[in-house]
């Protein structure tokens, strides 16, 4: 058991078909809004004059990049705080702080910052963007790729016909090196663990009714 959960090629064999392949900006057409969901950020860390990212920083990078290609006319982060107690901090301003830094204009963003859950989001956001006008066909949702097959089966499931834009991949392309066919890695014990927590949470979604 520690051989195969430790072994690099099958944890990234497993990650590699999880995960939700994206585009290349060349071919993806404009959207009017880029759907950005949190779960990047580090709470609790001081001096409070900045945004802490975890690994999933490309959620907010990718979402620029696409604004700034045109890609994407409004931004529209979704997401509060997941913690069971209240920590008064909210990710979706932690979003926005960082995307004003990056050069987004402050009228094109839309914050949601009260919802606990990828569900939760998905009711949300569909209500703001009924009230405001907006097609869901004409949205952008972007997440981490291990988290889009959860998320879009959310979205789909609040009635928002949405197109994927994963980023923070956590699989690397296929290789037959030795160190990664043989040698032991910490790493794919990692990705087991971040693979095996979404299982669950995708179950435990389709258990409560949520897609």
Request: charged content about 25%; some cysteine; proline content about 3%.
């Amino acid at each position: 058991m520690l051989f195969f959960f430790s072994n690099d090629f099958i944890a990234n064999e497993v990650m590699l078909a999880w995960e939700i392949k994206t585009k290349a900006y060349a071919d993806m057409k404009p959207h009017a809004v880029g759907i950005v969901l949190t779960g990047a950020t580090i709470p609790l860390l001081k001096p409070k004059d900045r945004v802490y990212f975890s690994h999933g920083a490309d959620r907010v990078i990718h979402a620029v990049q696409l604004y700034k290609l045109g890609l994407i006319k409004k931004v529209l982060i979704s997401g509060g705080n997941g913690r069971l107690t209240d920590i008064e901090e909210r990710e979706a301003i932690e979003f926005k702080n960082a995307m004003l830094v990056m050069g987004v204009p402050e009228q094109d963003i839309i914050t949601e910052s009260e919802t606990r859950n990828t569900y939760e989001s998905a009711v949300e956001v569909s209500k703001i963007l009924k009230g405001l006008g907006y097609k869901d066909t004409d949205c952008l949702l972007i997440t981490s790729a291990f988290h889009m097959r959860r998320s879009l089966a959310c979205y789909r499931k609040a009635g928002l016909d949405v197109e994927s834009f994963s980023t923070d991949f956590y699989a690397h392309p296929r290789n037959f090196y030795l160190t990664t066919l043989v040698i032991p890695n910490l790493d794919a014990i990692s990705l087991w663990q971040k693979v095996i927590r979404e299982w669950v949470g995708f179950a435990a979604y389709k258990v409560a009714g949520y897609i």
